[in-house]
């Protein structure tokens, strides 16, 4: 009994934390920017795949493997920092006035052209960094054992949320968000670059995915495709927690990780269900999300 | 503009199409019957684009409809296309209505990322049910029509003759709907939802009635493309197809109810064309087309109509 | 007079520190007219809001026609019999003058037939007896607007935009109908032609009438009586010649240069 809470706890944690990981870009650029970026999907296929080239030349160049982690940061953060602003300033910069359905519209094209950019430079065979997860070895509960890419995975999702908050909390640039989040336009009266503002933001974002996406990339098979479910799940995950709160988002992925984690113990099946299952549940009773900063456009 | 010219304008082409039908080759009666279907359910897009909001899951109710065909024919022995057609609405549009109890709630990004979800949510179910051929999907049976099994050489026209009928009676219904109160009701949602509800109006209402004909209309573009392609797959629900459908309602814009079928068609062409020269570049040639027309055309290939062609009506 | 058609009962409301209604008790006898002044914050916004289901009060009732429509949504309130103009119109912009009109007699046809999707346009709603597109060609002629038949909403001049706001609102034939100040943002020349049109166009049905109104001279001229509210209170329930001339009145609202005894003002 206890060992199958443990499995299930376990199992629920990290999952949790990589719904964190993978989720948290989205609801910062909802919540500076009041988009919700279709294209997210792609940023963190994006770094799944820098994650694999950069690893791959890592292993075949013989360099310390204990760096594994810090390349997979660092594809991570090419690929959101030099993608992310050249696609703000080229093709939002404009929108950002028009109706947010035209926005959305525009993600999802994004989104279209980056799934076969990938696939034009990467080609369409699935890569397999396993070096970094097999590298850090496993530990054991009871009688199951786990992979110590686990405990990793958790203490990023910590990182990541700690960093965040400190930013928004304690940096005079996280102030300055913090103010465009609660009204774009006094921002700007009050001298804000909002411009500015957004490039950073929707680069951060970017880049979060990205990491999300490099850092998961050594636990399964890189392949076209990695990028549509992920969107779905975040939005999932975004929206149950309320749209542009970071607090919200993280009590979301551990909600929904747990109930996963135990749902599919007894039935497989049940997956993308589950999660979807949560968030209607929770829609129900509180239609703008866990933790509300937005409205839900619902009348 | 007067849409029953429009309709009947339909009519004559159609007529003229299966009168020609000996001089048409085989590949491109195919492709007007994927149009056809595909029309459908951008026919149903098109009626959420006039209240304002975008479905990024129309495909769910398209594959509903096709699998709802598909198992009738397969497991029931049950190859009667009016039938399936029939049935196929019925199973699509109680789906829309069990789901337009929360969707009918939320508007904007919500209503469109919820209805991608279930798009998703179905793709994910079919996609382990062994029972129904799980990623191979499973073929569909030959079907009679009226009771008559077309022979090979003419089914594709038969088919698509069906598929014109069923065109026919959907737009016409659309038009009249579209012009009764409920239909005007429909606009007035998207222009100030809140002044319709302080005069009585139920906007809830009026969108979960819409979300039910939209899936019906999407369920039997399904069906159509069942019988069409004799095959059947969870790609169906994917949210690609949800994108091409997407990509047809934004081309062909919302000025008129065969507005959607115009769309089809030149999808269909361009469809062909770029899958033949380079597959994997299909979903960018979408995007960017998208983004082109978004950005420089917002009324969809029907504004150029209005530019270049006579004013009719 | 006659009967009692609506009462609120002891309506509070707070929006944290601010009192927005302090116990409030109104009646309104059918088919009078109310005018409801006060300055900006004093609670007649509210006090409309709270009739009209779009705030629910923190305490007490409102009692329209015999039932408490207190915690009832704005849409059944409206199909009760209560509607409302806005002070800023609400108009469906992207719609031809004519097509706002043929909406809102739209929804009366659906309210008939029970929401049947099949509804038709050119039938007579039952108990108008006329079609939806006669009753909206009416109702333009009745306000004057007929030449802005064919004009999208979104470009019509602020005065006509008033006026089709307050036409939408009378195509249900409420029992009571709410005027959200329906001279503001009209020019001065305007003011009066534009309230003497919408009094005659509303009074033939018997219909009892609330306006909000800041202009004293069209309040004077139109009300039968006077509501006149204060932070959150009523300091006046009188005639127009009475509560116009109430010190307290006179102090909190109309302003020195603005009584009655100092005409002229604009």
Redo the contacts between chains.
């Keep these: 009994m206890i060992d199958q809470i443990l499995m299930v706890l376990i199992d629920g944690i990290n999952y949790s934390a990589w719904l964190f990981l993978a989720a948290v870009g989205l609801t910062l650029i909802y919540g500076v920017m009041k988009i919700?970026n279709v294209a997210h999907g792609s940023f963190y296929a994006l770094g799944a795949y820098m994650a694999a080239s950069v690893v791959g030349a890592w292993v075949t160049l013989d360099y310390p493997p204990y760096l594994y982690y810090l390349a997979l940061f660092a594809a991570a953060l090419i690929s959101g920092f030099t993608v992310g602003p050249l696609v703000e300033r080229v093709?939002l910069r404009y929108q950002y006035e028009k109706d947010?359905?035209?926005i959305?519209?525009?993600t999802?094209?994004?989104?279209?052209?980056?799934?076969?950019?990938i696939?034009?430079i990467w080609g369409?065979n699935p890569y397999f960094i396993v070096e970094p997860y097999a590298y850090l070895g496993n530990f054991s509960v009871g009688e199951m054992t786990y992979p110590n890419y686990y405990i990793l995975m958790f203490g990023l999702a910590i990182t990541v949320g700690l960093a965040l908050t400190f930013v928004l909390k304690k940096t005079h640039f996280g102030r300055m968000l913090v103010s465009v989040i609660h009204d774009r336009e006094i921002s700007a009266a009050m001298g804000i670059d909002v411009g500015k503002i957004f490039v950073v933001t929707f680069s951060v974002g970017c880049a979060l995915a990205g990491i999300a996406g490099a850092f998961t990339a050594p636990t399964i098979s890189v392949s076209p495709g990695l990028g549509?479910?992920v969107i779905?799940l975040s939005?999932?995950v975004v929206?149950t927690g309320g749209l542009g709160s970071l607090p919200g988002v993280a009590l979301a992925a551990i909600i929904m990780g747990l109930v996963r984690a135990f749902c599919i113990h007894y039935i497989p099946?049940l997956?993308?269900?589950v999660i979807?299952g949560v968030?209607?549940l929770v829609?129900a009773f509180r239609?703008r999300g866990l933790f509300s900063l937005a409205e839900?456009?619902?009348? | 503009m007067n849409f029953d010219k429009s309709i009947v304008r339909l009519a004559i082409v159609f007529i003229g199409i299966l009168l020609l039908s000996g001089f048409i080759p085989q590949w491109a009666m195919f492709m007007l019957t994927i149009a056809c279907a595909n029309g459908m359910a951008v026919l149903g897009l098109m009626l959420f684009l006039r209240a304002g909001l975008v479905s990024f899951g129309q495909a769910l109710f398209f594959c509903t409809g096709a699998y709802a065909a598909g198992l009738l024919a397969l497991k029931f022995d049950i190859t009667e296309m009016t039938v399936l057609i029939i049935v196929s609405g019925i199973a699509s549009g109680f789906m829309a209505y069990i789901l337009g109890f929360l969707l009918a709630k939320y508007r904007g990004i919500f209503f469109g990322l919820l209805s991608l979800a279930f798009s998703m949510i179905l793709y994910g179910l079919l996609v382990k049910t062994e029972a129904l051929g799980s990623t191979d999907g499973f073929n569909v049976p030959a079907v009679t029509i009226f009771g008559w099994l077309p022979d090979l050489s003419v089914v594709r026209v038969a088919v698509l003759g069906m598929a014109f009928l069923i065109i026919l009676l959907s737009v016409s219904f659309v038009n009249m709907l579209l012009k009764s109160p409920r239909g005007l009701l429909l606009t007035a949602i998207r222009d100030n939802e809140i002044r319709a509800e302080y005069m009585g109006a139920s906007a809830q209402k009026t969108i979960h009635l819409f979300y039910v004909i939209s899936g019906v209309l999407a369920g039997l573009g399904g069906a159509i493309a069942a019988v069409a392609v004799g095959h059947i797959d969870p790609t169906m629900s994917f949210w690609t197809t949800s994108g091409e459908m997407i990509f047809i309602a934004i081309l062909g814009g919302t000025g008129s109810v065969i507005a959607p079928f115009i769309g089809a068609l030149v999808f269909g062409i361009i469809h062909t064309i770029a899958f033949s020269y380079s597959p994997n570049t299909w979903q960018m040639v979408i995007g960017l087309s998208l983004i082109f027309v978004i950005l420089l055309l917002p009324n969809g290939l029907w504004s150029l109509r209005e530019k270049f062609g006579k004013r009719k009506s | 007079m006659s009967n009692v058609i609506l009462h609120a009962e002891g309506l509070n409301k707070s929006f944290g520190a601010v009192t927005a209604a302090a116990n409030i008790n109104v009646e309104v006898q059918q088919g009078s007219v109310l005018g409801l002044i006060g300055t900006n914050g004093a609670g007649k916004t509210t006090f409309v809001n709270m009739i009209t289901g779009y705030l629910k009060p923190d305490s007490g009732k409102v009692i329209f026609g015999g039932r408490d429509i207190t915690r009832l949504a704005p849409r059944e309130i409206t199909k009760l019999g209560i509607c409302r103009s806005f002070q800023i119109p609400q108009l469906y912009n992207s719609m031809t003058a004519l097509e706002n009109l043929e909406v809102s007699y739209g929804i009366v046809s659906l309210m008939e037939n029970n929401g049947s999707l099949f509804t038709k346009t050119n039938a007579p709603i039952p108990s108008y007896g006329k079609t939806i597109r006669l009753l909206a060609e009416e109702a333009l002629e009745k306000f004057g607007l007929t030449q802005y038949r064919d004009k999208t909403a979104r470009v019509l001049p602020g005065g006509v935009r008033k006026l089709l706001d307050i036409a939408m609102a009378m195509s249900v034939r409420p029992k009571i109908l709410l005027l959200d100040e329906p001279t503001s943002g009209v020019s001065a020349e305007e003011k009066f032609d534009i309230m003497d049109m919408v009094m005659k166009a509303v009074r033939q049905g018997n219909t009892t009438v609330m306006f909000v109104e800041h202009d004293m001279d069209i309040v004077s001229r139109h009300a039968e009586r006077v509501l006149a509210f204060y932070s959150g209170e009523i300091i006046a329930d009188e005639a127009p010649e009475i509560a116009l001339r109430d010190p307290r009145v006179i102090k909190y609202i109309v302003g020195e240069n603005h009584s009655p005894a100092h005409q002229g003002e604009h």
Excluded: G, Q, S, T
């Design positions: 919700v093709l947010e359905v035209v959305l519209l525009i999802y094209a994004l989104f279209l052209v980056m799934e076969d950019v696939k034009l369409v549509v479910e779905v939005f999932a929206v099946h997956e993308l269900f979807f968030m209607a829609l239609p839900a456009r619902k009348i």
